[in-house]
């Protein structure tokens, strides 16, 4: 029986037309635009117009990495949302994405994994074409975090920004060695109090706000991430030289160099997008998967590394060969 591979064949992100500079958030809090570069590498985020919703962000990406793998919206099984921030409690963002699309085919949910979203909705997405419950996916990372931030708290509302990213998964029997190579998830409850939102359906009854404690939050994600990355590789029998590109979650410029040394990779095999994009929570890795690809850094075949951690806390990595043979 020849293997079957799940292949990562297109990818699409997209960015709410909106800038807000550093400069801009000065005029609003007590900040200065070289207090965030220099701790976070954040220059700028996307934000939402009023009405736009997470649907609309999820639904611009999805159609971009259908269209990259020419593919129709029928053509799709299967529709994950990473998605902290719903257009509603429910139903899911996905079936409205689902709808919007015209995917009338597939079956659609959202999965809650806060900025570990994208690796987890992965891990699912590869979980269920294995074991043929589908042949395509969608796996989206969408996010609106701007409306759960609270616009007068320093701490944490330079911080984030809004998008969503989108990748196209086939499954194959005819491509060896390509597609995700490894998956490897964590959780630990225990950490909740140090990034949650104080606020929820079954709690306040309100939507509520992000609250962190970003230096306990940064001192596990090195850490964690490390751990993780060594876990993927193990589980793949790789190493490190053999990634071509670490595509990580992009919450902290510090964070991302941080893994990046400890991995000893140049700067020629990491994305940041940080810079640009801020923290868009489940949307970060697709977004900078697309800028990547779209600039024609990552190429058909090269070997991908994902990580990322977050809310929960939750934590994540994967080892992808993208395209195909
Ligand atoms: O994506 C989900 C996972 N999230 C993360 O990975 C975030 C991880 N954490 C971080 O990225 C960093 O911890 C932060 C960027 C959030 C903060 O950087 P830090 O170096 O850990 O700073 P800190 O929280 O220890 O705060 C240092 C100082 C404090 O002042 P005092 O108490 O030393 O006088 C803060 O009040 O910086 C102050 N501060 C600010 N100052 C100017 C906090 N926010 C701001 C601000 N502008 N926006």
């Known amino acids: 029986m020849p293997e079957t591979s799940i292949l990562m064949t297109s990818v699409g992100g997209y960015l709410p037309e909106r800038i807000v500079t550093n400069e801009d958030l000065v005029s609003m809090v007590d900040t200065s635009d070289e207090w965030i570069r220099q701790r976070t590498g954040i220059c700028q985020r996307h934000i939402v117009a009023e009405d736009e919703k997470t649907s609309d962000l999820a639904c611009h990406a999805a159609r971009k990495a259908l269209a990259g793998a020419g593919l129709e919206a029928t053509d799709i099984d299967l529709i994950i949302i990473a998605t ?33 979203g994208f690796v987890y909705a992965l891990d699912i997405a590869d979980a269920m074409l294995r074991a043929g419950r589908g042949k395509r996916a969608i796996v989206i990372g969408a996010e609106s975090f701007s409306k759960i931030l609270d616009w007068e708290d320093r701490s944490t509302c330079v911080l984030f920004g809004d998008g969503a990213g989108a990748v196209i998964l086939e499954s194959s029997q005819d491509a060896d060695g390509y597609g995700v190579l490894a998956s490897k998830l964590h959780s630990d409850g225990a950490h909740r109090d140090i990034l949650y939102v104080d606020g929820g359906p079954s709690s306040t009854g309100q939507v509520g706000h992000l609250r962190m404690e970003g230096n306990k939050v ?61 923290n868009t929570s489940a949307a970060s890795i697709p977004l900078a998967l697309s800028a990547a690809v779209a600039d024609g850094r990552i190429e058909n075949g090269q070997i991908l590394a994902f990580e990322a951690i977050g809310g929960g806390l939750v934590w994540g990595a994967a080892l992808v ?5």
């Open 218 to 278: 940064f001192r596990h994600a090195v850490e964690k991430l490390s751990t993780v990355m060594d876990e993927v590789l193990e589980l793949a029998s790789m190493k490190v030289e053999q990634i071509d590109w670490l595509v990580p979650h992009q919450a902290n410029i510090r964070i991302i160099e941080g893994m990046q040394k400890k991995m000893g990779l140049g700067d020629d095999r990491v994305v940041k997008t940080v810079d640009r994009h801020a």
């Open 321 to 325: 060969r993208f395209g195909r043979p």
């Open 84 to 116: 902290s921030t719903p257009d509603d409690t429910f139903p899911s963002t996905a079936t409205r994405v689902q709808h919007m699309l015209g995917a009338t085919s597939a079956i659609a949910f959202d999965v809650q994994a806060v900025c570990a």
